[in-house]
């Protein structure tokens, strides 16, 4: 077939690049083939095709790449939910009973970081299996980390360190849950630092 190929960007977003194997963006580019005539592109010879291009690694990929990104983070929502609850849990018990004051900052912090009302019950459950004796926070974070990109994993971080500062300042015990945590969740001792630190950083406006 001749003719000559036109490509124009539908939009920019960014998605989970299964090359790069982490969020970057990409274009969504509507690509037809054109009759030349005279140099010039005049009929449509095919139906449009629509593809993604990854902006990192240039590869390709069917539009439905998108969809199916949806679909795993939807998936992903349930356990990474099941995370935050997790660590809230574990952070909040490290010094004892969870009072209502904590109760409420969790729920604050939940509803920021899932983008979800958070249910008491839910909470309540999560309390419950984090007081097993026989309980392993690293092994819920160790089961959930291939599914984490970065910023999901400071997200779980920062709700840890939110968690912990809520009382006034970092105790012991709530130091000790956050490195398990930061460990299990394979971020550096520097980038945990970083990340206490910038918490604390006055100038931060927590956006
Ligand atoms: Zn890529």
Do not use: W
């Not at 795993?72 to 990474?80: L, M």
């Amino acid at each position: 077939m001749s003719g000559s190929i036109v490509g124009r960007t539908l939009h920019h977003g960014s998605f989970d690049c299964p090359v790069c194997k982490r969020t970057a963006s990409y274009q969504l580019v509507r690509s037809q083939r054109y009759a030349r005539i005279y140099g010039i592109n005049l009929v449509p010879m095919t139906e449009p095709i629509d593809y993604v291009e990854c902006l990192r690694c240039h590869s390709t990929y069917d539009r439905s790449i998108l969809e199916v990104d949806g679909d795993a983070h939807a998936r992903q929502g349930g356990s990474f939910k099941d995370g935050v609850l997790r660590i809230m849990a574990a952070v909040g018990l490290a010094v004892g009973e969870v009072d209502p004051c904590q109760r409420a900052t969790m729920e604050e912090i939940y509803e920021r970081v899932t983008g979800t009302v958070l249910d008491g019950r839910d909470l309540d459950a999560a309390l419950v299996d984090v007081k097993r004796s026989s309980y392993r926070l690293d092994a819920t974070l160790l089961a959930l980390e291939p599914a984490l990109n970065g910023e999901k994993k400071e997200l779980l971080i920062r709700t840890a360190v939110t968690v912990a500062a809520a009382g006034g300042s970092i105790g012991k015990q709530e130091a000790s849950v956050i490195a398990t945590i930061a460990s299990a969740l394979d971020v550096t001792h520097i980038h945990l630092a970083a990340l206490i630190a910038d918490f604390h950083a006055p100038s931060s406006d927590g956006s």
